[in-house]
């Protein structure tokens, strides 16, 4: 039963792959990584339980939260076009007394 649980995320890592390729803007392309990130959690955990190895949970939340922090760093360059944020600088003509 397990085994069919494995073979069914993989099979839809490899869907998520096909839209990272194919999608057709910017966004559909960042949602796609970021579900193959949870695809593979969900991978770690059940192959974890499928070897016996508990362990593989703390393996599997840490990959979660690397998958989170660089969703958030991909959007947040895409936006801005660098990771500090909006630009502090401002025009001579946008100043106000």
Known sequence: ???AATLAILVAIALVL??????PTVYDRILAANMI???TVLL???LGFLSGRP???D???????????????IV????FGN???????TDEGDRRP
Not at 18 to 23: H, K, S, T
Not at 59 to 73: D, K, M, R, S, T
Not at 83 to 88: C, E, I, K, M, V
């Open 44 to 46: 770690i955990g059940v």
């Open 83 to 89: 990771l500090a944020g909006p630009s502090a600088t």
């Open 1 to 3: 039963m397990f085994i």
């Open 37 to 39: 990130g949870t695809k």
């Open 76 to 79: 947040k360059f895409h936006k």
């Open 59 to 73: 393996i599997a939340l840490v990959y979660a939260l690397i998958n989170f922090a660089g969703l958030i760093a």
């Open 55 to 57: 362990d593989f949970i």
């Open 18 to 23: 096909v839209r990272a390729f194919r999608g």
